[in-house]
């Protein structure tokens, strides 16, 4: 079975520029998380979706990030515009929701992000 | 809120032999999920072992056990018969209950980085 697909791997780009990370979550799966993993602050949550409707958004910096979950299947986190202080590994994860499975995140590989 | 902690940056070990990773969390609830994610140089995030509050029983897989002292609000990690490729960085982890909607994602604590000596 496939797992969390992530897009791109690696990101470059100039202070200014917009960002625009991908997520597939696993069928089936009905939560989405966004976590961002710098070495100063750890693994922070920046928002997740149940059913495509974000539930907790109280992780994003602020209004230059954004996210969307058009369909089941498909998720989008957005930096416009990108900072360095943006750098960061950006990981997606999918889980089954509420009263079902184990309760385990199942993780995509991240996306690095440099902003120069 | 709930936190997880985790006392040891880093921790090392000798090829074969056994390591202990700590962890310590803080909650009100009585019942809840309880993960090691293992992250190497590679940065995929895996799953190591889970813990269901409800279980008295102590999660093991292969090498891979927990001491789970609910008590005293403990989960630690001990690694047998130490490998080259459990070398990474460990994270503990917190989830509610599933059945507590609204409130179902994952608090991590800081990590450890465990190096193998050959």
């Known amino acids: 079975d496939a797992g969390v697909i992530q897009s791109p791997r690696h990101e470059v780009t100039e202070m200014g520029q917009e960002v625009t990370l991908r997520c597939k979550p696993i069928s089936g799966h009905n939560s989405l998380f966004w976590y961002r993993q710098t070495m100063m602050r750890g693994l922070e949550l920046l928002i997740y979706f149940n059913n495509n409707v974000p539930i907790d958004d109280s992780g994003m910096p602020e209004d230059r990030f954004s996210a969307k979950m058009p369909n089941a299947s498909f998720s989008t986190l957005k930096i416009q515009p990108s900072e360095p202080r943006d750098s960061a590994v950006y990981f997606c994860?999918?889980?089954?929701?509420?009263?079902?499975?184990?309760?385990?995140?199942?993780f995509g590989e991240g996306s690095r992000l440099t902003v120069l | 809120a709930q936190t997880v902690t985790q006392s040891q940056p880093e921790m090392s070990v000798q090829e074969a032999e056994t390591v202990t990773l700590s962890c310590t969390y803080d909650?009100?609830?009585?019942?809840?999920?309880l993960f090691w994610y293992k992250q190497p140089p590679s940065r995929q995030m895996i799953l190591v072992i889970r813990?269901?509050?409800?279980?008295?029983q102590n999660a093991t897989e292969n090498r891979f056990s927990v001491n789970f002292q609910k008590a005293a609000k403990s989960f630690s990690l001990k690694i047998s018969d130490s490998q080259l490729g459990d070398a990474a960085m460990y994270f503990c982890a917190y989830r509610s209950p599933i059945s507590n909607f609204g409130n179902e994602k994952l608090t991590f604590g800081t990590g450890t980085r465990l190096t193998i000596i050959p």
């Open positions: 909650t009100s609830e009585s019942d809840y999920y």
């Open positions: 813990q269901e509050a409800y279980k008295q």
């Open positions: 994860a999918s889980s089954l929701a509420a009263g079902r499975g184990t309760g385990e995140l199942f």
